[in-house]
C-alpha cells in the first residue's frame, strides 16, 4: 500500500510541479515547456525565429545552420519550492552552411518530506528529470534552413527510472536580413517507458507517458537597435498560446527587455561585454513571477562566444 501511496503522490508531483499556466500543465515533460534562457524568456518565451545564440537550439534547432561563432552557454533558474531547473550547451558552426550543438536540461524537485503511514516524517525524496539534446542544421539555400533535435529523455523517480526519446524538427525562413520566419514541431514521439515491477512485483507491467506534441510559429522583426519576436503555440492537449515580446540594445553592449509570455509580463535585461582574448560574454537575466506558489523566479543566463 506504501508503494502504491508513494507512486500515485511522486506523478502527480513531478507532472505539476513545473506546470503553471504556461506549460500545459499535468502533462509530461512540462520542463521542457517552461523555455529557456533569460533572453528568450524575458521577451515572452518567445524564440523560434530568434537569432542564432547558445540557445536556439531548444526554440528551433534550423537556427544552428546561422551561427558564425561557437557558444558555450549556461543557465540556471532559481524556483520556488526547491525546484531546480539548468542548462549546459555548446552550439559550433560547420561551415559554410551547417552547425551542431550538444546540451544537456535538468529539471527536479528536492527536499520532498516522506512519512509513514502514522504521518511521522522519515526520510526527504528527490526526482528529477534530464534530457540529452544532440542538433544538428543545415541551410540548403542562404534564405531557408533544417534543423532537428534528438533527445534522450530520462526520469528518476524514488527507486525507479522511465527512458524515452524523441524529436525536434524547425524551418527557418529568412526573406530579407531584417525579418525572419520560423516552425518547429517540439516532442515528436517523446515520452517516458516505465518498467513498474519494481514497485508492484509480479502484477507490475510497461507503463508508458507521452508528452505533448507541440506546433510553434514565430516571426522576427529587427530594426536598427530594436527587435520583436512572436510565437503562437499550438497543441490537442491544451489551448493556444501566445507569447511576444521586445529589445531594445543601448550602445551594441546594453539590453533591456520585456514581454507577454501568454499574458503574463516578464522583464529582463542584459550586458555584452569583451571576457579574455578572444572570447566575448554576454550575462542575460529576467524575472518571471510565478503562479506556483506565489513565488518569484530569477533566471540567470551566462554565454561564451569564441
Known amino acids: 500500500m506504501k508503494k502504491i501511496f508513494y507512486l500515485t503522490f511522486f506523478i502527480i508531483l513531478t507532472n505539476c510541479c513545473f506546470a503553471d499556466a504556461n506549460t500545459g500543465g499535468g502533462y509530461p515533460g512540462s520542463y521542457l515547456r517552461m523555455g529557456l534562457g533569460a533572453k528568450a524568456i524575458s521577451m515572452g518565451n518567445a524564440g523560434v525565429a530568434s537569432p542564432a545564440d547558445g540557445y536556439t537550439l ?8 546561422y551561427l558564425s561563432k561557437k557558444h558555450f552557454a549556461l543557465s540556471y533558474s532559481f524556483l520556488s519550492l526547491d525546484r531546480q531547473f539548468h542548462f549546459t550547451g555548446v552550439s559550433i558552426p560547420l561551415k559554410p552552411t551547417a552547425g ?33 539534446i544532440l ?34 524538427i524547425g524551418l527557418l525562413f529568412k526573406p530579407i536580413d531584417q525579418i525572419a520566419i520560423g516552425v518547429q514541431l517540439k516532442d515528436i514521439g517523446s515520452g517516458y517507458n516505465w518498467q513498474t515491477e519494481e514497485w508492484f512485483d509480479e502484477k507490475g507491467t510497461n507503463y508508458t507517458e507521452k508528452f505533448p506534441e507541440v506546433i510553434k510559429l514565430g516571426l522576427a522583426l529587427k530594426q536598427n537597435s530594436f527587435m520583436f519576436v512572436g510565437d503562437v503555440e ?16 543601448f550602445k551594441n553592449n546594453v539590453m533591456l527587455r520585456s514581454g507577454l509570455n501568454n499574458g503574463d509580463l516578464v522583464f529582463g535585461a542584459g550586458l555584452a561585454y569583451d571576457f579574455v582574448m578572444k572570447i566575448d560574454t554576454k550575462l542575460d537575466y529576467c524575472i518571471v513571477f510565478d503562479s506556483i506558489g506565489n513565488g518569484v523566479t530569477n533566471i540567470f543566463a551566462w554565454e561564451f562566444i569564441f
Open 135 to 168: 542538433s544538428f542544421a543545415n541551410a540548403f539555400h542562404p534564405k531557408l534552413s533544417f534543423g532537428v533535435n534528438f533527445k534522450i529523455l530520462q526520469h528518476n523517480l524514488v527507486e525507479n527510472t522511465g527512458s524515452g526519446l524523441g524529436f525536434d
Open 58 to 65: 531548444f526554440y528551433n534547432p534550423a537556427g544552428l545552420s
Open 100 to 132: 551542431i550543438a550538444i546540451s544537456w536540461i535538468h529539471g527536479g524537485v528536492s527536499g520532498i518530506q516522506g512519512r509513514t503511514s502514522t504521518g511521522i516524517p522519515d526520510q526527504e525524496y528527490t526526482t528529477g528529470e534530464n534530457v540529452f
Open 234 to 249: 499550438m497543441s490537442e492537449h491544451y489551448n493556444t498560446r501566445v507569447h511576444f515580446g521586445g529589445e531594445y540594445t
